[in-house]
């Protein structure tokens, strides 16, 4: 009896894990989104954005209001991301722009005062009591072996498919050439007419709709309340700080490195500490490493 439950109990564990596996990677994915905005305005405008967590959070709770009034939840993936985008343009004219140039600290306490004007405004409206929303897909699919929702399949090729579409700009178009060269120096680009407060303009737009997108996203599988931005804020700057800041790939790969450690420790810990397990995890790359791994200094 015991011999013959031993293959039975392995074959069950190698499904939990390729289970946990695809959690991990759509996470991670989930974190990518985040971390590339953080890491597209910190790269261009040298401010930390602490209000990030929010965007996120405006996101998911847009696509909440797109879903109880047309029962539509792919006509809020399309709408909350461009309404966030377009209120990232006018925090970045009275929130961000002043604080170019200026001492980090400066940065800090103005959009530290954009997340409580945000978060607030959201209670304000939206209630403090958390909401969900349905699944827009139901049912699974057999992958590798186990099992699958099908919503958290589609999470996935929705992630890859944003960051290639993100890759082609940055590396095959006018404006993304610009965003990678004002960095770089900002004087000379202005010498060259490089448009430098457009390329800021669209960056932070970019940064919103990607925080955004991930809100939607994750939306029909998590609680949409108007405190969600800060479960992601922290992890999202620890992601951005050892892939190095101002480093999109190392962004990319270090947040699907936490998502997949994540998932796979949650096997043997409760979620809660497998999430802090799995950022301890990363720390000791700082060690080796003070800058991140693809640090752009």
Excluded: C
Aim: proline letters at 5%; hydrophobic letters at 60%.
């Amino acid at each position: 009896m015991h011999h013959r439950g031993a293959p039975i109990d392995a074959l069950m564990s190698s499904h939990v894990l390729a289970f946990q596996a695809l959690n991990g990677l759509a996470w991670g994915l989930i974190f990518s989104l985040i971390a590339l905005g953080l890491n597209l305005i910190y790269g261009l405008m040298g401010v930390i954005n602490i209000a990030h967590g929010s965007l996120y959070m405006l996101g998911a709770v847009l696509a909440w209001y797109v879903v109880r009034y047309t029962g539509n939840f792919w006509l809020g993936l399309v709408v909350a991301p461009l309404v966030v985008a377009a209120l990232s343009v006018v925090a970045e004219r009275w929130v961000l722009r002043p604080a170019l140039g200026k001492k980090i600290v400066q940065g800090l306490l103005a959009t530290t005062g954009l997340l409580l004007v945000l978060d607030h405004g959201v209670l304000a409206a939206f209630g403090g009591s958390p909401q969900s929303i349905p699944s827009p897909l139901v049912g699974s699919m057999h992958l590798l072996g186990i099992t699958y929702p099908l919503y958290r399949l589609f999470v996935v090729v929705a992630g890859l498919v944003a960051m290639l579409l993100l890759w082609a700009f940055l590396y095959r178009t006018n404006y993304g050439l610009w965003m990678r060269a004002v960095p770089q120096n900002r004087e000379l680009a202005l010498t060259v007419g490089i448009p430098t407060v457009r390329v800021n303009r669209l960056t932070v737009a970019l940064g919103g709709y990607f925080a955004a997108l991930a809100g939607v996203l994750v939306a029909p599988i998590v609680s949409v309340h108007y405190q969600m931005g800060f479960s992601v804020l922290a992890p999202a700057f620890i992601v951005v700080v050892v892939g190095g800041l101002g480093s999109l790939r190392g962004a990319i790969l270090v947040a699907i490195l936490e998502g997949e450690l994540r998932g796979l420790l949650s096997v043997a810990f409760s979620p809660p500490l497998a999430e802090i397990l799995a950022l301890v995890a990363l720390t000791p790359i700082l060690i080796v490493r003070p800058h991140g791994l693809f640090s752009v200094k």
